[in-house]
């Protein structure tokens, strides 16, 4: 039995019926040229035949009179490789529409606590013949960005590589470690010093840890008006109580596509990303009559490199900061509303600079923590969060990556919606394409799958705008 | 919020990670003639597409401070059925192997207790063309008896109907209760008298009921070797402590192949089940190198009324009494062990006749209560229990059933391995077959499939003996 750090154990004890707190990935696979029928059988069993599982994908959460009430990781004794790394095909006819459906009703389903807290799930069935795979993992063993990190190093740059190691297997766990010391371990936190993460979270040894640092901030920031926070956001459909119904969504868009925009704009790829974002919750909010007249807000998650190397986008590190953007839904001409959001990206960005690494680390909780922040604001009297929902663009690799020769040919985060955040946006880029995941509560957010022609909509917009 | 009678929150309590309190079900279906590709879809719609769920699949179990720690039903007010409802596909081939490898997948996966204890999955993919639901029920809602009742009283006799109910429509439940009164409403125990039950298995009020007086019975029995219970079961690879991993085997042969068994040999449609599960279990623990000198000990649920009316079979109502079956595992000739079965059992039936119905009724919670059954024997200071596994014989109707035109071809229990008792035998008679569904914790039981071959095996042999 091991003691459960405070943040892991703070996503346990948030965790109810309306908010599981896993975060989960979805990846498009094209099989090999000349794969036999046997070739999604043999994926299944090769990630299922693992002689030793890595310590991360063994434990459990464990809470007794023994352990004195506390939360703890325990080994799991009579772990079941068969209950993790399972086997399914989509209903006919096996479009994107069924796939999608599966992996909404795969994400909404709780992990559970008794056995250790991840699944995979290898898809056949789909109509144009790829194979898909959808992961999950909580949040309490790996951060979102740390997880799909994890998924990624198991692939190769080689198509003619085979033998490709499980993500769960302990050799892979061990060839990690012993490789570049600058690696991912578990989880994204754990990158930065631990006693300035503690500290600056102000969590104590006491399950749930209080970020009371973080709140102190953040009360100061809404109160004060500082301009990192100054910011209102208005009360939308989407931050509302949720359900634990959910609905994903996914896409990809040729990221020169968007760069294109970007240049004809003087913009950046994150700018042009929120203003995609911007148009198409736009359109959505429309159509349900739900528009408010003020700017939507969105917390977008930066990295500390890219802050440090002034660089445009959020590309460079995991995110540990962030910056408030004003989406500008209120605008109804692309261009301009492009503008403005570049315009508010740059605010953001320039009151960053000028806090304490202390502060920064401390805001990087929002996003890492963002289950136990509406509690904690309301504790505090700040009875509505100051931004509409998370839009965050997480780097992944431009080179094309294999699993035993199959071709990666999508990967599509899926994230947390939390109650009065119904709606999580992420991207990742990937071989020359931006790969977005939409995640949201089925009920809260109908007809979540409409984002995704709006947001077609919103890059045809743009592009004509910006006359590219 | 409602009060959870006792005898439910024993099946809830004694829910852990290697003991999931859930029953099953998985059923097969033709298509009707001209059924087209949407078919499937349309049944999945339909069974979503409910106005108003009845209230006992609207339930879930809560505790809280406010309950004062009690365990009480609450209505689900965030209701979800494409939680419940669910549509899935079987990988290629799509033979019956990857149907019951994802049945026992689905019957291994506990039931959310966040939600309502239920679950239905509509499987298409397999490779005859026909169609699979695999739907489980918490045994503290209902139990295995009661819940294959439910599901074919949905079904009707005539193959043009249309617009069938869901087994979980209010409408259905209303009209099942506005019909024959005699029908079983949630719970098999609730037919009987509730103060008969209460006191026969001294239940009180509190959570996880004590039945002492069930104790009492059976540690009378066992102690002073009364004919019902004066059994001694050997130790064998069934009776050990199980994990979570649960394999699922299913098959079905006809009765008139059994019944011509029986009319040669002078013994019962019971009996010759019996035989078969005997033959099986033998060749199946030669196999492993573990057939134990004594012969093993089926425990058999006995319907009351089938005691009533002399009748040699478990038919005619449900099981509310057992007896004690020697298996004759010893005995290598078919034949004999027929014979010896059909002994046993006539000596388990007469003693069962001259116990008063409190004893009777006591007994039945062998059978209703099997979780809670060894640990009780436990505290009483009786460390095995005094039979190997429970062997029982459901009767279900003799027509063919449809569904929206769809015909019901085969029908097969899956029920509850517990601590001690590895394998459940449970088997269900329908339109002119005798439906086997076998239950094993996978790694107590490995290759629980190959005992589906000894059945056939078995019954050969007993053919063979019988000169049929």
Not at 104 to 118: A, E, I, V
Not at 196 to 210: D, F, K, N, P, Q
Not at 342 to 365: C, E, N
């Amino acid at each position: 039995m091991a003691a459960i750090d405070p943040s892991s154990a703070a996503f346990l004890l948030a965790e109810n019926r309306s908010m599981p707190m896993h975060v989960g990935a979805l990846q498009l696979y094209e099989k090999p040229e000349g794969a036999g029928p046997d070739f999604v059988r043999g994926m299944v069993e090769q990630m299922r035949d693992v002689p030793e599982i890595a310590p991360l994908f063994r434990k459990h959460p464990f809470r007794s009179p023994r352990t004195g009430g506390a939360l703890v990781w325990r080994d799991d004794t009579q772990f079941d490789i068969e209950h993790h790394m399972r086997h399914a095909a989509l209903p006919a006819p096996g479009r994107i529409r069924e796939l999608l459906e599966l992996c909404g009703r795969l994400h909404q389903t709780r992990l559970d606590w008794s056995r250790p807290l991840w699944e995979a799930t290898i898809i056949e069935g789909l109509e144009d013949g790829r194979v898909a795979m959808y992961a999950k993992m909580h949040h309490g063993l790996v951060d979102g960005i740390s997880a799909m990190r994890l998924l990624q190093k198991t692939l190769s740059t080689d198509p003619d590589q085979r033998d490709m190691p499980a993500p769960w297997s302990a050799e892979f766990a061990r060839s990690r470690r012993g490789g570049k010391a600058v690696e991912a371990p578990d989880r994204g936190l754990s990158e930065l010093p631990g006693e300035v993460v503690r500290s600056a979270l102000g969590i104590t040894a006491e399950a749930a840890g209080m970020p009371s640092a973080l709140v102190r901030t953040l009360t100061r920031g809404v109160r004060n008006q500082t301009s990192t926070l100054s910011l209102h956001a208005p009360r939308t459909m989407f931050n509302q109580e949720i359900t634990g119904a959910r609905r994903f969504a996914a896409d990809d868009w040729p990221i020169e596509r968007l760069k294109a925009i970007g240049k004809a704009t003087g913009t950046s790829l994150n700018d042009v990303v929120l203003a995609m974002c911007a148009g198409a919750i736009r359109e959505y909010l429309i159509e349900h009559d739900a528009l408010p007249e003020e700017p939507l807000i969105a917390m977008v998650p930066i990295g500390l490199k890219a802050r440090d190397v002034g660089s445009a986008s959020a590309e460079g590190g995991n995110a540990v900061g962030s910056v408030m953007a004003r989406l500008a839904t209120n605008v109804a001409d692309p261009g301009e509303r492009l503008a403005a959001i570049h315009a508010s990206m740059a605010d953001g960005k320039q009151a960053l600079a000028s806090m304490t690494p202390a502060q920064i680390i401390a805001m990087s909780a929002i996003g890492q923590v963002p289950a136990v922040l509406p509690p904690l604001l309301k504790m505090q009297g700040i009875v509505k969060a100051p931004y509409n929902l998370i839009i965050s663009n997480v780097p992944g690799p431009q080179q094309p990556h294999y699993w035993n020769g199959a071709k990666l040919v999508g990967n599509y985060p899926a994230s947390i919606p939390i109650n009065g955040m119904a709606l999580n946006i992420t991207c990742t880029s990937y071989d020359g394409m931006l790969c977005f995941g939409l995640t949201g509560c089925r009920r809260t957010v109908p007809q979540l799958q409409r984002l995704l022609t709006h947001l077609e909509d919103a890059v045809v917009g743009l592009e004509e705008a910006a006359g590219v």
